[in-house]
């Protein structure tokens, strides 16, 4: 360029450009903990944990901001068990002893992630299942029943068996035999010979040619 005197004017030219600046938002957390955070008149949390912003920064130039929230899930573990009642089982969980008298219950503990993992405990005892053979009979009618290779008769008339149920547990079963004694019932009749006396027992006359006998009758009392 001239000057007015017509000499040389040298201008120097200095640009510079500055650079767009990035920052970034992270958080880890567990689910529910509200954590919420407002960039740029948006707010993110776990309902919108990520994005992007653009600001201004102090030299007019973008200012870019990365959002990225994590919030990590609750864990829930279930526990369950079943056996048979009288077992003995029991299960400590995280300081509480479970059993037969405490067989639920939820127990709250801190996972490697700092949050809360859930564990719901369910225990099932199984009550013995009982069944009762009954039986009424005569004595001397040579009823029998074999039960867990014992056998009952009137002999040996009541008992109890454990045995194995299809679940694994105790089935209980419990015997009660009852034999009846006969009734005998002596019919005496005196009288003279030749007085025509006689009596029909259960269809059977007896008289002078048939004095005695023995009769059997069916008891009502079964």
Same mark, same amino acid.
């Given at each position: 360029?001239?000057?007015?005197?017509?000499?040389?004017?040298?201008?120097?030219?200095?640009?510079?450009?500055?650079?767009?600046?990035?920052?970034?938002?992270?958080?880890?957390?567990?689910?529910?903990?509200?954590?919420?955070?407002?960039?740029?008149? @948006?707010?993110? =949390? /776990?309902? %919108?944990?990520? #994005?992007? &912003?653009?600001?201004?920064?102090?030299?007019?130039? $973008? !200012? *870019? +901001?990365?959002?990225?929230?994590?919030?990590?899930?609750?864990?829930?573990?279930?526990?369950?068990?079943?056996?048979?009642?009288?077992?003995?089982?029991?299960?400590?969980?995280?300081?509480?002893?479970?059993?037969?008298?405490?067989?639920?219950?939820?127990?709250?503990?801190?996972?490697?992630?700092?949050?809360?993992?859930?564990?719901?405990?369910?225990?099932?005892?199984?009550?013995?299942?009982?069944?009762?053979?009954?039986?009424?009979?005569?004595?001397?009618?040579?009823?029998?029943?074999?039960?867990?290779? @014992?056998?009952? =008769? /009137?002999? %040996?008339?009541? #008992?109890? &068996?454990?045995?194995?149920?299809?679940?694994?547990? $105790? !089935? *209980? +079963?419990?015997?009660?035999?009852?034999?009846?004694?006969?009734?005998?019932?002596?019919?005496?009749?005196?009288?003279?010979?030749?007085?025509?006396?006689?009596?029909?027992?259960?269809?059977?006359?007896?008289?002078?040619?048939?004095?005695?006998?023995?009769?059997?009758?069916?008891?009502?009392?079964?």
């Amino acid at each position: 360029m001239m000057t007015t005197n017509g000499c040389d004017s040298i201008v120097t030219i200095y640009l510079a450009f500055a650079p767009v600046s990035y920052s970034e938002i992270s958080y880890f957390g567990c689910s529910g903990d509200a954590y919420a955070v407002d960039v740029n008149g @948006t707010t993110y =949390d /776990e309902a %919108n944990p990520a #994005g992007e &912003e653009y600001l201004v920064n102090q030299y007019g130039c $973008d !200012s *870019i +901001v990365t959002i990225d929230l994590v919030f990590n899930t609750v864990d829930i573990v279930d526990v369950t068990y079943t056996s048979c009642s009288g077992s003995g089982y029991a299960i400590v969980i995280n300081g509480t002893s479970y059993d037969e008298s405490h067989p639920s219950g939820t127990e709250w503990m801190t996972d490697v992630e700092g949050c809360d993992s859930i564990i719901q405990i369910s225990l099932t005892f199984l009550q013995p299942i009982l069944h009762d053979i009954t039986y009424t009979g005569c004595s001397g009618d040579g009823y029998s029943i074999q039960i867990n290779l @014992t056998n009952y =008769d /009137e002999s %040996n008339p009541t #008992g109890q &068996e454990v045995l194995t149920a299809m679940n694994g547990c $105790d !089935s *209980i +079963v419990t015997v009660s035999l009852s034999f009846l004694p006969a009734f005998t019932v002596n019919e005496f009749h005196a009288s003279c010979m030749g007085s025509g006396f006689s009596v029909m027992v259960n269809g059977t006359l007896y008289d002078e040619l048939n004095p005695s006998g023995e009769e059997f009758y069916q008891s009502d009392r079964l």
